[in-house]
């Protein structure tokens, strides 16, 4: 059976695909205390032990405004810990999947961003998981990276958490509607990751002579588009709670609600080349939500 290990166990899109790809092979799933992505030597450390046949790098350091004032410890984790991954993964034959973000890009153009649009990323995030993607890129090794956008799951840091904790402790809450997006449920992303693995092949060397012929980069969100402001209106629609307080979200601008990072105005990604080459599409974003929520412990 093939051998996964799998990164960031404990994060939303990791959890995921341990539930998804455990049917695919033996997984070894690794957290933070198992092996520090700060820790290139640790990175290198579990690789030649487990001596894996694919790799899942979901981990990744995501705290995105933090990272303006930790840019040095984000790009170690987003950048160089992908490019030991990757040189590790060629070395031994072995495949490398890995998730990068929508803030590669500035969110200047109006239309969704394909894979070969030029990233120009507007936060230290952005630019340290661009980074990581270029890594991968040069090192040669059977890698195919997927960006994804706006991910929530029932654990974890995320919108959908957020919502509902607010909703009961506020009368109102402002958010924001000017900038655009696709909210990717954790599940379907995971989901996404185990199709492309099953479609590539069953051993080392089927799955990384796939993703020499159909690797690279590939956009992978949900379909359809919102704004935070309509997204959390929907979550609230959507989830009866005798304990809120919540009487109205209020929508505002961006330049009303300042961060440490700066955002995308359209972090909308067109997924067209995923669904041609791999034949993948993930759900509709409102679809999926509707899943997430009643699948919620
Ligand atoms: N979240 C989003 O909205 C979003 C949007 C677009 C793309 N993405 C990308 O999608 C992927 C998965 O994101 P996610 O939402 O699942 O992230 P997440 O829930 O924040 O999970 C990230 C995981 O990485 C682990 N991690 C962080 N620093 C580490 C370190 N130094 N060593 C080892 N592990 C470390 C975390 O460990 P702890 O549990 O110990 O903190 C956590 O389990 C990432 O590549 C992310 O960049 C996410």
């Known amino acids: 059976m093939m051998r996964i290990l799998i990164t960031g166990r404990d994060g939303q899109v990791g959890w995921e ?47 995105v405004d933090r990272a303006e004032s930790e840019p040095d410890l984000a790009r170690a984790v987003n950048a160089e810990a992908p490019a030991v991954m990757a040189a590790e993964a060629r070395q031994l034959g072995a495949a490398l999947i890995h998730l990068s973000t929508d803030y590669v890009f500035d969110g200047h153009q109006p239309t969704p961003y394909y894979e070969d649009d030029a990233p120009s990323p507007l936060s230290v995030y952005g630019h340290t998981k661009w980074r990581g993607e270029q890594a991968i890129l040069e090192s040669g090794a059977a890698a195919l990276t997927l960006r994804t956008s706006w991910v929530y799951a029932d654990r974890g840091h995320n919108f ?14 402002r958010i924001v509607d000017d900038q655009w997006g696709a909210p990717t449920w954790a599940r379907s992303i995971a989901e996404g990751v185990a199709a492309i693995v099953a479609r590539a092949g069953s051993d080392r060397e089927s799955i990384a002579a796939a993703l020499y012929e159909r690797g690279g980069i ?12 309509q997204f959390a209106e929907c979550i609230v629609a959507q989830v009866p709670d005798p304990a809120r307080k919540l009487k109205a979200i209020v929508p505002i601008s961006t330049a009303e609600y300042p961060t440490a990072a700066r955002r995308p105005a359209n972090s909308l990604l ?28």
Do not use: F, K
């Open 17 to 63: 695909c341990q539930r998804s790809l455990q049917v695919l092979g033996r997984l070894i799933c690794v957290g933070r205390a198992d092996c520090d992505l700060a820790q290139p030597d640790a990175v290198r450390t579990v690789i030649r032990t487990v001596a894996p046949d694919l790799i899942v790098n979901t981990a990744a350091y995501t705290a």
């Open 160 to 173: 959908v958490r957020t919502i509902l904790r607010l909703a009961r402790d506020r009368d109102e809450l």
């Open 270 to 297: 067109d997924c067209e080349r995923l669904a041609q080459h791999w034949h993948v599409e993930l759900p509709r974003w409102d679809d999926a939500l509707v899943l997430a929520l009643a699948a919620r412990e």
């Open 218 to 229: 590939y956009h992978m969100t949900a379909a359809g588009r919102t704004n935070w402001h």
